[in-house]
């Protein structure tokens, strides 16, 4: 039970590592296409008013709470989506941490097969959601920035499962 905490830790660690590297690439992105927020007020939403105008993890939230009947302000959106967009690349370094073992992958393929999992998977249930469109709406530049994204959240996440292993 105590390596199971062990893998679990250091899934938590790899999944924000890897959340990290990738909301940087995004915040870059974002500032090379004119963006002029700082990166503290782009990564904790602070210019999202709405629900309408929120990314895709606050949305999310947003039908996981009235799922349970609670029923989230406006002024909820940009912490909704902080807080279901990191427990998401943290849950994606759990399983990755976990699952390696059974796999017998190495730690960093890993990661990156957790990252392009995740990527597969939004695009599979979001659409069933009403968050995203069907795959097949989006042109091949749109997939490919939010596949490098997750293949770099991967690359983090993977190189410090490397780095964690055993530990």
Request: with cysteine; glycine share 10%.
């Amino acid at each position: 039970m105590a390596h199971l905490a062990s893998r679990i830790g250091t899934g938590v660690v790899a999944g924000a590592i890897g959340t990290a590297a990738m909301d940087l690439l995004w915040f870059k992105r974002q500032r090379n296409e004119g963006g002029t927020a700082s990166f503290v007020d782009w990564e904790f939403g602070s210019g999202i008013d709405s629900f309408d105008e929120a990314p895709a993890p606050a949305k999310v939230g947003q039908i996981a709470a009235r799922a349970v009947n609670v029923e989230l302000s406006n002024s909820a959106a940009g912490l909704t989506n902080n807080v279901v967009h990191w427990s998401t690349g943290v849950t994606w370094g759990v399983v990755a941490a976990v699952l390696r073992p059974a796999s017998r992958v190495g730690a960093f393929a890993a990661g990156i097969g957790a990252a392009v999992a995740a990527w597969t998977t939004s695009y599979a249930v979001l659409p069933q959601l009403g968050v995203y469109k069907p795959i097949t709406e989006y042109d091949k530049v749109t997939l490919w920035k939010d596949l490098s994204a997750h293949l770099v959240f991967g690359s983090a996440m993977g190189c410090t499962l490397v780095l964690l292993r055993d530990r």
